[in-house]
């Protein structure tokens, strides 16, 4: 009896081609004398579907033709497990595929990384690995990751939301960001991943066409002062609120001053299968000692601090100089899983993946502490007048 | 008189389902046994005087003919007003096995039926028997299902037997005793599951076809531990459920009195319960009430540990020793003592000295399953106690302790032991004791005694039942005005709002019977 779980990738979102390459990955490596490995990829429209080719990147390049020979499927909670059932069902024979007993989302950005698919399990009853629904929205939105992190005593950089609404007036909002920031400055989307509409600018036109690009990607931006002398570090850290660990700490090094989407996952491209794990990087990162466990420290404390559970990626921005550093985001689906930064302290993929299951069960029984109830309640029905009823 | 004659058929057919329905009900909770269900009938002959009557009716007919048909109409009307959707605290389960039930007696039923346009003689008394005998034509129905039923089990049985095999890594722990094996349960489940994912039989399951349910419908894949309650009423119940589930580990919570009617003796109650330990593995972990003196009396032949509560002589052999245990409104604290550690301020909602005891018994358990004392701590503090079986529950201005399943001697003993702790003014609602055998009344009798040395009020509940425990209470001088006598559960728990007092009430509820007594 293997235990049955759902790997779900994919999705609404601008990542979605990124969450392939991460899924494929993982579902190479989850162990298979344990699992069932059940892949249920997302369309760009929302819609599930299941193959069992899905386990191989080839499968995906022509993602018509595989959702052609693909079944649609569907979800359903009945006596306590979730059924994954053909949609739309079949008017003779059987409609239902596979129990699933866990699910493990390896979908990055909004809509499925954010809190929005996490509730759709829990909504199921289905254990899934990775931050709950609230840590989830919590990590996708970097100003409020960025005020309950300062809330909390975390290192964090100022910053400025502007909504859409702001920004009908795009000329008060860029004012108002020279009145409060000087430059150079970052504007990115409040709740992307993967460094899309990400810009630094220098100058009053360049914020002005950052502005408009941010404002196509989300309906709100961040302003925040550039940190001079910046490097890039990021930590992984595994666990739940009781105990958790840090990963090796990388420094992704990139031509430019950011990383934007290009950088970050075109290069490593497709065929290359490897997703993030091929990025330009160094592992581990070229810092002093006391440095790597300050921010490792940190990164654990504040895992802990925002609930999150299973995987995370927590991206710190440093000061060279000064050596001061700041948390700059949450990744709570990071790319590929950060395999290959806890591959460097000796955690093989398999038991990084064992692990996020594990703690995927452990949380949903937690949640689901047994209540009793018996069919016979004749306390309930007694005549105790309006104080029994209080109950 | 055609028009009575078929008005008669039809009152009679009305009053048979009627019948049918509620003997399969009775039938249902004496586990479909012919046995237990012809030796409920003979203690409930009162139920049978329609029955009877009908029959007569039915032989008088052949001689005086169609005159005695009024009075067969009257006996159905009768009958049908009193038994017509007849109030129920466990109602009629409409499994799968009561439908083919069902099926095969109405086949008989009809077949009975048809007589009538057969012969013109015996006609009135056809009308008569199929309701007079409908008790028993149930039996003979089940009689002739017993292949299928048989059929069916062993299909179930086999399926959850292969689940459990493909399931290599489960462990399971069986849990067996006279007393406190459901509450041994809920406790065990509440603290492994701070560390694995835990199955149990759900509610009171504690028979082969529910642990069979349990395993086909609940068992995941994820599951890490399986616990297991194993109930006997017969000798070889528990080496049967053995035979399907193969405990890793044990727990014996108790050996006393309880279901001694059909065990027969003590000493085949003590046989079946240590069956569980003749099935487990060499190195299992096999934990004993060390405070039962049944047990120790009966100590097995193979390794185990005693758990239980500290006593002058007797818990030198514990191996988990609760000590230094106080009880408050809040529930009690104590600590433990294993040949290891001394864990100090655990507490846990709970009260009674036989939940100290279970508590110590799961604590060992989980223990041996590898949790440490500051794993348990906290899932300690998450036991309920369980419905109905001493658990304190605050209803605006009255406490209850609910403690309405199946009471014992010694549970009724600890209960009241329980209710004199508090301050309050203490009131008692019991029907008192059943399924005692001989001693019944004695017991009784007894227990209306140990009531006046602790309660202010007693309410007893059914005239009966009443009689022995009103006879202990006036032994020991107990005021007949503060006695009242209910003729349901449901009045009794109105009569409590009656009673007058500036105390705040505390009431204990005690025992509640199902519908076959």
């Not at chain 1, 069992?52 to 993602?63: C, G, L, Q, S, T």
């Not at chain 2, 191996?319 to 550690?341: N, P």
Request: hydrophobic share 40%; net charge neutral.
């Amino acid at each position: 009896m293997k235990i049955r779980v759902g790997v779900f990738f994919g999705g609404k979102s601008v990542e979605h081609e990124v969450s392939v390459i991460s899924a494929v990955q993982a579902m190479k490596n989850l162990n298979e004398e344990k699992y069932d490995i059940i892949p249920i990829y997302i369309t760009k429209k929302g819609e599930f579907f299941t193959n069992a080719v899905m386990r191989e990147i080839k499968a995906f390049e022509d993602v018509d033709l595989l959702l052609q020979k693909s079944q649609r499927v569907t979800f359903i909670n009945y006596e306590n497990k979730v059924v994954m059932t053909k949609y739309p069902a079949k008017k003779l024979g059987k409609n239902d595929i596979s129990y699933i007993d866990v699910a493990l989302p390896v979908t990055h950005g909004t809509n499925v990384e954010d809190g929005a698919l996490q509730g759709y399990f829990k909504s199921l009853g289905l254990p899934f690995a990775g931050c709950d629904v609230l840590s989830s929205a919590i990590g996708m939105d970097k100003y409020v990751s960025k005020v309950l992190l300062r809330n909390g005593g975390f290192p964090v950089v100022d910053g400025y939301r502007y909504s859409f609404v702001n920004y009908k007036n795009p000329e008060n909002v860029v004012n108002d960001i020279e009145k409060k920031l000087e430059y150079p400055i970052i504007i990115k989307p409040v709740n992307l991943g993967s460094s899309i509409g990400i810009s630094k600018v220098n100058t009053k036109e360049e914020l002005e066409v950052a502005l408009e690009d941010a404002f196509s990607y989300a309906s709100a931006i961040i302003a925040e002062p550039c940190v001079a002398n910046l490097r890039e570090i990021n930590c992984s850290v595994l666990g739940d609120i009781e105990f958790a660990e840090a990963s090796e700490c990388e420094e992704p090094l990139n031509a430019s001053d950011i990383l934007n989407f290009h950088d970050k996952y075109e290069d490593g491209g497709k065929s290359s299968k490897a997703g993030m794990a091929s990025l330009k990087r160094k592992i581990p990162a070229n810092i002093s000692d006391e440095l790597r466990e300050n921010i490792r420290k940190t990164a654990v404390e504040s895992f802990k601090y925002l609930n999150c559970n299973g995987v995370a990626r927590i991206d710190f921005l440093l000061n060279n100089h000064t050596q001061e550093f700041y948390i700059n985001e949450f990744n709570t689906i990071p790319g590929s899983l950060s395999f290959y930064l806890w591959d460097k302290i000796g955690m093989k993929y398999n038991a990084l993946l064992d692990r996020m299951i594990e703690l995927a069960l452990k949380r949903f029984r937690q949640e689901s502490e047994i209540t009793f109830s018996f069919d016979t309640n004749i306390l309930s029905n007694a005549g105790l007048g309006s104080k029994g009823s209080k109950l | 008189m055609e028009i009575i004659f078929y008005l008669s058929i039809i009152l009679s057919a009305i009053a048979s389902v009627i019948s049918i329905i509620n003997n399969i009900h009775i039938f249902q909770l004496n586990y479909y046994r012919t046995d237990t269900q012809l030796s409920w009938l003979m203690k409930n002959k009162c139920l049978l005087v329609f029955n009877a009557f009908a029959f007569l009716l039915g032989i008088f007919s052949i001689k005086l003919w169609y005159s005695p048909i009024i009075l067969l109409i009257v006996i159905f009307l009768f009958y049908i007003k009193k038994n017509y959707k007849k109030e129920t605290k466990k109602p009629l389960v409409y499994t799968a096995r009561v439908k083919r039930l069902l099926v095969t007696t109405f086949i008989i039923v009809l077949a009975l039926y048809s007589l009538i346009f057969i012969t013109s003689t015996l006609d009135v008394l056809v009308i008569a028997c199929v309701f007079a005998f409908s008790p028993v034509i149930i039996l003979i129905a089940n009689l002739i299902n017993q292949p299928i039923e048989k059929a069916v089990q062993r299909y179930y049985i086999n399926d959850a037997k292969k689940i459990l095999k493909s399931h290599s890594s489960l462990i399971i722990i069986g849990i067996t005793g006279s007393y406190g094996k459901t509450s041994m349960k809920y406790y065990l489940t509440t603290i492994l599951n701070g560390k694995f994912n835990t199955l149990m039989t759900p509610e009171s399951y504690n028979t082969p076809m529910g642990i069979v349910k349990t395993i086909r419908t609940e068992l995941k894949p994820t599951h890490q531990i399986f616990v297991c309650e194993m109930g006997a009423k017969w000798v070889n119940d528990i080496k049967e459920i053995c035979d399907i589930v193969h405990p890793h580990h044990g727990i014996i919570t108790s050996i006393g009195e309880q279901h001694l009617e059909s065990f027969g003796s003590l000493e085949n109650i003590v046989k079946t319960k240590l069956e569980l330990a003749d099935a487990l593995p060499e190195n299992a972990v096999l934990l004993m009430n060390g405070n039962s003196d049944a047990i120790i009396n009966n100590l097995p032949q193979r390794k185990y540990e005693l758990y239980g509560t500290q006593q002058a002589d007797k818990s030198d052999s514990f191996s988990y020793t609760a000590f230094d245990i106080k009880a408050s409104r809040s529930g009690m604290s104590f600590s433990i003592k294993s040949e290891k550690e001394v864990a100090e301020n655990l507490s846990a909602k709970l009260l009674g000295e036989h939940n100290a005891i279970n508590l110590v018994g799961a604590v060992a358990m989980a223990m041996k399953m590898g949790m440490t004392i500051d794993e348990i701590r906290p899932q300690l503090r998450k036991i309920k106690g369980v419905p109905h079986r001493l658990q304190l529950l605050d209803k605006g201005d009255i406490t209850f302790i609910d403690d309405a399943y199946n009471s014992n001697p010694n549970g009724c003993k600890a209960a009241l032991d329980t209710l004199a702790l508090f301050d309050d003014y203490k009131v008692l609602v019991t029907p008192g004791m059943v399924e005692l055998g001989g001693m019944q009344d004695e017991l009784n009798e007894q227990f209306g005694r140990q009531a006046a040395k602790v309660c202010d009020y007693v309410i007893l509940v059914g005239e009966k039942q009443a009689v022995p425990i009103k006879k202990g209470l006036y032994e020991e001088n107990f005021p007949a005005k503060q006695i009242f006598v209910a003729s349901s559960i449901h009045s009794a728990l109105s009569h409590i709002n009656v009673i007058k007092t500036d105390k705040r009430k505390i009431v204990l509820l005690e025992n509640d019977l199902p519908d076959n007594y």
